[in-house]
């Protein structure tokens, strides 16, 4: 297969749900149907040794939550695809923000029966940014459900997208007989062998013409009935389909089924690759870079440290953006302006991390990462130099200054507090004109204090003395001729700077901004990095 083969069967997207909503479920449903595990199960059968590859920290298995996000490859129907798990836990948006970089399209998950719920919404926000079609399915639908028109109203509602449903359901609970596909109007009614290996295997379909007489008696009168005012009045009242709407993020296709059962997994599975984009086009420091466009291009968008904690290495996850990777080319990291090898480059096909040879844009890779590698930063052929656009952080909302207890550890305490910043899991602040003696910590939710906390322990042996600081508000000084130090500043408001040198004021209050702003005339903030 060509590169332009290769690249156009790409899909690469990412799960997003609030948790229970069957996100995991789903994954495996899909991993099921791709062939690339046998029987359902699996994976969840697999959960202990799972966490010993993605989730890498105590912390995390004592909360029993997902810290870091996990990228998956497999096959399906001539496609080749990369799932992105995002992490469903409030803390951790940024980390999810940053894996929605790497994705070209989302899928939401919904359960049937509680509809869109808070970190849906959080989550869906961060879609809508990145202006990325989002596909829904509507799960769980073998228990009882919410009636699935509104269930469609509040997604339009509360979320502000229209939708587009592309089939419809027959019944809940114990009597989810199928969906109705609207484009080729007829039935998949779905049945399982049996209960005992329900949903282990792939379910069966039957496509049922509307008009065959049979189906009274396979669906009951009542549910026939039901089915054809839904038909009626959907035909009526929803939106056109406009695939064009959809690859803007603007329409949003749904789909009922059930991951537990396998009840209407394969129907979506198969009109969602359809749909959704093939590996997408990336603004750079050149212009737009094309994925097809011969020369390798990569961006890091997730740095994962200390799988295993004997080495102390880290994983460096890059999204490919244009071109084919080969394990023997040599590349250009540009940030650190080097030349380099990638260093054992792998992926994770399903369950298994695998060294591989090769990988084309669209897909993920996760390289080892001796500690010089950054949230953001292009790795691209020799022959080009270019840098894609910043990852914007989050402006953090907790902060916090550390020093280590051990003045003998100042090196391991500017190592590890430089790297765990460097992953992105924190931010790194100092006050004008002092070293790294003691540094100000930002993070965006206050787990990753205590993550901070214990990392800084466990993997770098260094005790920290601690001050919670009362600052809720951060903005950066976007002025670049401006004497900071002439500010005019409340007491309460600090002047720090970030590792790269730019100015930031920390403050307690919105009204503090504002009081800012109107005593320095002229002054810019802003509330984003953006990595300039
Ligand atoms: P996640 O937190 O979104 O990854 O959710 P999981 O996939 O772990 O599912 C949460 C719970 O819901 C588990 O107990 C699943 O077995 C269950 N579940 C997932 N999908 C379905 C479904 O379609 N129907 C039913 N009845 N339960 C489901």
């Known amino acids: 297969m060509g590169l332009k083969e290769e690249i156009n069967r790409r899909r690469t997207f990412a799960i997003i749900s609030h948790p229970d909503a069957g996100k995991t479920t789903l994954t495996e449903k899909f991993l099921l149907y791709g062939g690339a595990i046998a029987q359902a199960g699996a994976v969840k059968g697999k959960k202990n040794s799972r966490h010993a590859v993605s989730d890498w920290m105590e912390i995390e298995k004592q909360r029993g939550i997902s810290v870091t996000s996990s990228v998956m ?62 596909f829904t399915f509507i799960n769980k639908m073998d228990r009882e459900a919410r009636n699935p028109f509104d269930l469609i109203d509040q997604i339009e509602n509360e979320l502000g ?33 049996s209960e005992m290996a329900f949903g282990k295997h792939k379910v069966a379909m039957e496509e049922v013409e509307l008009s065959d007489p049979a189906l009274d008696s396979m669906l009951g009168e009542h549910l026939h009935q039901t089915l054809s005012d ?25 789909f009922f089924g059930s991951a537990l059962t396998n009840f209407g997994v394969e129907p979506f599975l ?12 990336r ?13 390798f291009s990569a961006f890091v968008f997730k740095i994962q440290a200390n799988m295993n904690k004997a080495h102390r290495d880290r994983i460096t996850f890059l999204r490919v953006c244009s071109g084919k990777f080969d394990k023997e080319m040599d590349v250009l990291h540009v940030q650190g302006n080097k030349k380099m090898r990638l260093s054992q480059p792998q992926q994770i096909m399903a369950q298994e991390r695998e060294i591989i040879d090769e990988a084309y844009a669209g897909d993920i890779i996760g390289v ?15 022959k080009r130099k270019f840098e894609f656009e910043p990852i914007p952080t989050f402006a953090p909302e907790h902060f916090m200054r550390v020093r280590q207890k051990d003045t003998l550890k100042r090196k391991q305490f500017v190592k590890g507090a430089t790297q765990i910043a460097q992953e992105g899991a924190i931010q790194i602040f100092q006050e004008p004109e002092t070293g790294m003696e003691e ?75 504002r009081w800012a702003l109107e005593k320095n005339e002229g002054l810019e903030l802003s509330e984003f990095n953006r990595g300039a």
């Open 73 to 134: 490859q497999f096959q399906y129907g001539g496609y080749c695809i990369n799932i992105l798990d995002t992490p469903g836990h409030q803390d951790f948006s940024e980390d999810t923000y940053r894996t929605l970089m790497a994705a070209d399209s989302a899928v939401m998950v919904i359960d049937a029966s509680k509809g869109v719920e808070n970190q849906t919404r959080k989550l869906f926000k961060v879609c809508v940014m990145r202006h990325i079609p989002i």
């Open 230 to 254: 839904d038909i009626e009045l959907l035909d009526g009242a929803s939106d056109e389909f406009d695939l064009e709407k959809v690859r803007k993020g603007q329409l949003s296709p749904v």
């Open 161 to 193: 997208i229209q939708t587009y449903p592309v089939n419809w359901p027959i019944g809940c609970g114990k009597e989810f007989k199928g969906v109705y596909d609207r484009d080729k109007r007829h039935i998949i009614a779905f049945s399982s062998d």
């Open 270 to 281: 198969e009109r969602f690759l359809e749909m959704t984009t093939s590996p997408t086009p």
């Open 368 to 382: 080892f990462d001796p500690g010089i590698f950054a949230i953001g930063d292009t790795i691209c052929s020799p």
């Open 439 to 513: 540094v100000i910590i930002g993070v965006v939710g206050v787990l990753q204090l205590e993550v901070f906390e214990y990392r800084m322990k466990n993997e770098y042996n260094v005790e920290l003395f601690k001050e919670s600081l009362s600052y809720s508000h951060i903005r950066w000084i976007d002025n670049k001729d401006i004497d900071v130090k002439k500010l005019k500043l409340s007491s309460d408001t600090k002047l720090v700077q970030d590792f790269r040198g730019n100015y930031l004021l920390l403050f307690t209050s919105e009204w503090n901004i």
């Open 283 to 295: 603004v750079s420091s050149e212009g737009v870079i094309d994925p097809f466009d011969p020369d």
